[in-house]
Structure formats: C-alpha cells, structure tokens
C-alpha cells in the first residue's frame, strides 16, 4: 500500500479564517491534539508565512517565534514545519524558525517566480532542515510551466516540490495533468495543496494521489483562507476506505476538528457566493476578506471587486490592487466613496 504524507496546515492557513488571532494556547492545544492523532507534519506561521504579521496582511495575535516555541513544547514525534515567502519572510526569519526546532522548511513563490527561492531553500538545508519548494498559483499557467518552475527547485536541492491551487480554481483534470507531469520529469516527491472554492478541495487531492502525489495538504475541518483547505478528518477518512496506508488516528482528528477548532472559527467556513467567486475567477485566496472590506468601504459588489481581480491575473503581495479595483468600480458606478 501507498503512504500518503499528510502535511497539517491548520496552523497556518487556518490562520487567514480567524483573521491570525490564534492564541500561542491555541496552537499548543491544536499541536498537542494532531501530535496525540499521529499527524506527520504541522505548519506553524502567520497565514501569509514567516514575517507576515504586518498592516498589509494582518497583524497576528503574537510573534512567529512565540508561535513556533510553543508548538514545539507539544511535539515529539510530528515534524515543525513553517512555510515562508520570499519578500514577506527574511533569511533571519527561516535562522530563527531552525533554532525554535523547526524541520521543515516551504519555500513558497508565484508558479513563475521559483528562481526568488533558491537562497532559502539553500539556506534551509544548511540548518538541516527539510527543504520543500511550494508553488502557489499553479492553475494560472500550463502544466509544462509548473514542471519548468519545480525543476528549478529541484535544482536548487529542494526535497520534494509542492503544487498549490491557491484560488481552489482547479478541476480534477487540471490537478491530474500537474501532478502526472510533475512526476514524469522529478526525482523528488510531489505534493499538493487544495483549497475549496468550488467544493473540490477533497475530490482534487484523491486525484492528486491518483496521479503519484507523494503528500497531501489538510486542515482540521478545513480551516483555511476563503472556503478553506481539503479537511485533514475527511481526508483520513477517504483514504483509509481507500485502503491507504494511513496511521492517524480518525477519531483523534474528528473530535480535535470539532471539539477545538470549531468552537475557535471566527466565521462559518461554507462555500459563499464570494468563496464561490474565488474558485471561478481563479483569484488568490488570501484575498478574500481584504476584497469583502474594501468592497463595503467603496459601495460595490466584492463579488465584482474579486472577478477584476482574477481576470488581472492579480497574485499574492498585490494586495494593494484590491483598493485600486474597489475604487475604479466605484468610480465606473458613480458611487461617492468618501
């Protein structure tokens, strides 16, 4: 039987859906829970990554170093992981995350840009951790693009490459066609990373396995931004009628999903006409509930404010753009804004 590695996000994407208010509490109760469930890897950062924690993307509720420490006082077998984007987080960042146990280290770029990685993951395999290119955006460009951008990180001496469909864009064909390629050309293990935006978040990461994804991504009643992440509860539960080989304990995850992380939930995470928007304009993610505000301030349809945005092909770090498309609406639309 396959393994299917599945990473635990709940920490880090699941930050966009409380707006990063998590308590360092709140980490170590989740942590705690997924360590005693036989998780093999939890991601711990600002949802934007290391060095996130800023007026563009939101201020979190502490520090990542305070973040990683108390995470790490839970773990002793499940592996720290932090994610980082170049531009948001420093080389100081990753140098800390090392010396607060972190093993593994995502580089995350635009599908285009991995070349902006190569000192990071250069880096995080000089302080021995395990270093992951993580290309976000994956459905804005052919497949053949995604396997240019992996073999770079490949190259760089990344340990395995992850493919991200950070807008929840992608139907079953297009993870197939990504990660079927992506295993025909790397050495290296191949992940995946789904987000539900059209309801597909748990169908697109079966079809990532079936395709030879090595990994899947998963949050505990898949917390994450927009419509949220592949549901780690569900994923187990998929998995193991599928006769995977898969150690977590299922109803360890069920009761942490609903017993700690709901009664954490800032909001309903369900597929919304705006969540819905995301997925069919192939707009990042993390966009969601900047786009709900400015559309509010500006008197326009955040569904509109969020369909501009994707047909700008606008990606993570444009934040600014979501101000400048409310305004143009609004200006379009003959709305006072001020």
């Not at 197939?176 to 309801?199: C, D, M, Q, T, Y």
């Amino acid at each position: 039987m396959k393994k299917i590695r599945i990473f635990d996000t709940t920490l880090r994407d699941g930050m966009h859906a409380v707006s990063h208010s998590f308590s360092v509490d709140d980490m170590a109760r989740i942590a705690g829970a997924l360590e005693d469930a036989g998780a093999d890897t939890i991601e711990v950062s600002h949802g934007d990554g290391l060095g996130g924690s800023s007026y563009q993307y939101g201020f979190a509720a502490h520090s990542d170093e305070e973040y990683l420490r108390a995470v790490s006082a839970q773990l002793k077998n499940s592996k720290l992981a932090i994610l980082l984007i170049p531009g948001i987080g420093t080389a100081e960042d990753l140098k800390m995350a090392a010396e607060c146990g972190v093993k593994v280290a995502r580089i995350a770029t635009h599908v285009t840009e991995a070349d902006i990685g190569q000192q990071h993951i250069q880096l995080a395999k000089e302080k021995g951790m395990e270093a992951i290119g993580f290309l976000m955006m994956t459905h804005m460009v052919p497949a053949e693009k995604v396997v240019e951008q992996a073999k770079l990180f490949e190259s760089y001496g990344a340990d395995a490459v992850n493919c991200a469909d950070s807008a929840g864009a992608m139907l079953p064909k297009d993870v197939e066609a990504r990660i079927s390629l992506l295993k025909a050309n790397l050495k290296i293990p191949v992940g995946f990373h789904a987000h539900n935006n059209l309801g597909l978040a748990v169908g697109n990461s079966l079809a990532a396995i079936a395709a030879g994804a090595d990994y899947i991504d998963a949050t505990l009643r898949g917390l994450g931004a927009a419509a949220g992440n592949t549901p780690h509860e569900v994923l187990v539960a998929a998995l193991k009628k599928m006769g995977l080989d898969v150690r977590e304990d299922l109803y360890k995850l069920m009761d942490a999903a609903e017993d700690i992380v709901k009664p954490l939930m800032k909001r309903p995470l369900d597929l919304d006409k705006h969540s819905l928007s995301i997925g069919y304009a192939g707009t990042y993610g993390s966009f969601l509930l900047h786009a709900k505000r400015v559309a509010q301030r500006f008197g326009v349809d955040a569904r509109d404010v969020l369909m501009e945005l994707g047909r700008l092909k606008t990606v993570g770090g444009q934040e600014d753009m979501i101000f400048d498309v409310a305004y143009r609406l609004s200006k379009t639309r003959g709305t006072s804004i001020i």
